[in-house]
């Protein structure tokens, strides 16, 4: 298995020759063969353990071993202890998802703390296997059943291409000690029953299992490529991308595709939807139908789709501006007030006013239904609702409208239309230049 090891981190994994590396070290079977074969390589090494304190004295005595072994190949070692059931039921998740989430993130840690490049991770190609099943049983998406990844940004898994039996022959041949962990007997938890039970099944059936694995694992990843570059090239067709971080999806252009409903799911299921019977209604909801993930929000809107983030709600409030006051910052920029001799620069985020017309202090405050304004250039009176319906405006765009008033009057539908009635005329003595940056 050495020669092989060595072969494969030449061929694949050769950048961690030069890295600073931190192994994950349980004190199991894997992880000590994984910390022996890097060390014979006069690798620049470090231990990582984490003592979940799950299991009483043997915790404690699995981190004194691998104390032990870190001093014994002399490389640093780092260790901590965790209130693994206290974060659990405080997160309200498994106390397997807990250990996952507070080992990570105390390696993210380490390795900005101590400066390593990357943590290695002793998986291999039986725990690739049950993972897998796990992910099929779950009903997951093709993602789920392409395996773990041996490479994945920080983190890195040079066994992943051995299995249990070969890692074991090692470790007898080599005569290592490692620890056996009480947990992993027992088969209440699903990834051990499929250990215990079921795979070996499997492979009293059809001992080349691992190896069909690994070709049907090659397939499912082609056949995952292939999905994401078809993905990307209807993501760049469909997506209409704005300033305000909104998506603009129209439907016409995704009822193009064979499927319109299987692109959406992929298009989407990055931004964490997962009701997807609901978003896939969006295709033929009224507009105004809204979906919200943790982080984002879809919004029918007449014949497009429309992906925002969520942010935090700003508040119903309005901002008073005294006559004195020459600038004042609101959700949507800040706003400047200068006095000038004439008219220049006119565009969107500008307007000019006569001052004498104005009434102070000046409001600032969100639209609200009944408003109307005289839009300037034209003739007459027209309520914002109508402004907007003409103007085409988004659910979400209508949603981030200011205005800037006189005495309740509104001045500015602000960065769209200024008023008729504050315009400045021949007469004018003190124009003002308002605008939005």
């Known amino acids: ?43 620049d090494l470090g231990i990582a353990h984490c003592n979940f304190k799950l299991r009483g004295k043997e915790s404690d005595r699995d981190e004194k071993f691998v104390a032990m072994l870190a001093d014994e190949i002399n490389v640093p070692f780092f260790t901590k202890s965790f209130k693994t059931e206290k974060y659990a039921k405080t997160h309200k998740i498994s106390i397997q998802m807990a250990a996952r989430e ?47 990844p041996e490479i994945n940004d920080i983190y890195i898994r040079p066994l992943l291409p051995f299995s249990r039996h070969q890692i074991l022959a090692y470790a ?18 699903l990834r051990n029953k499929l250990r215990h039970d079921v795979i070996p099944a499997f492979k009293t059936v059809n001992p080349e299992l691992l190896q069909n694995f690994d070709t049907t694992l090659q397939h499912l990843k082609q056949v995952s490529t292939f999905v994401k570059k078809q993905i990307e090239q209807v993501r760049s067709d469909v997506f209409e991308y704005s300033e305000s971080d909104t998506i603009k999806i129209p439907i016409h252009k995704l009822q193009r595709y064979e499927d319109p409903k299987i692109y959406l799911f992929f298009l989407l299921k990055d931004y964490g939807f997962t009701a997807w019977n609901d978003i896939l209604k969006m295709l033929t909801a009224q507009s105004g ?37 020459r600038m004042i910052i609101i959700p949507s920029g800040m706003i400047k007030i200068k006095e000038v001799e004439e008219v220049t620069d006119i565009d969107l985020k500008t307007i000019y006013v006569d001052k004498k017309k104005l009434k102070y202090p000046l409001i600032v405050r969100k639209w609200k239904e009944g408003d109307y304004f005289y839009p300037i250039g034209m003739t007459g009176k027209k309520k914002l609702s109508k402004y907007f319906k003409d103007e085409k405006l988004s659910l ?42």
């Open 1 to 43: 298995m050495v020669e092989d090891f060595k072969k494969h981190i030449d061929n694949n994994l050769a950048f961690l020759k030069e890295g600073k590396l931190l192994i994950a070290c349980s004190g199991g079977l894997d992880s000590v063969v994984l910390t022996s074969l890097l060390h014979s390589f006069e690798l």
């Open 102 to 148: 507070l080992r990570y993130n105390w390696f993210k840690e380490l390795l900005q703390e101590k400066n390593y490049d990357y943590v290695i991770t002793a998986h291999h190609r039986d725990d690739n296997l049950e993972t897998f099943m796990i992910n099929l049983s779950r009903g997951t998406g093709i993602e789920g059943l392409t395996g773990i």
């Open 172 to 189: 007898k041949v080599a005569v290592l000690a490692w620890r056996e962990d009480s947990s992993n007997s027992s088969t209440k938890y």
């Open 289 to 325: 139908k809204q979906i919200f993930s943790h982080t984002h929000r879809l919004v029918k809107d007449r014949v497009d789709i429309l992906l925002s983030p969520i942010v935090a709600d700003i508040p119903d409030r309005s901002y008073t501006i005294p006559e004195e006051e």
């Open 396 to 437: 979400l765009a209508k949603e981030r409208i200011w205005l800037l008033c006189s005495d309740n009057t509104i001045i500015w539908i602000i960065n769209y239309r200024a008023d008729n009635r504050f315009k400045i005329e021949p007469h004018t003595k003190q124009i003002l230049k308002i605008t939005i940056t």
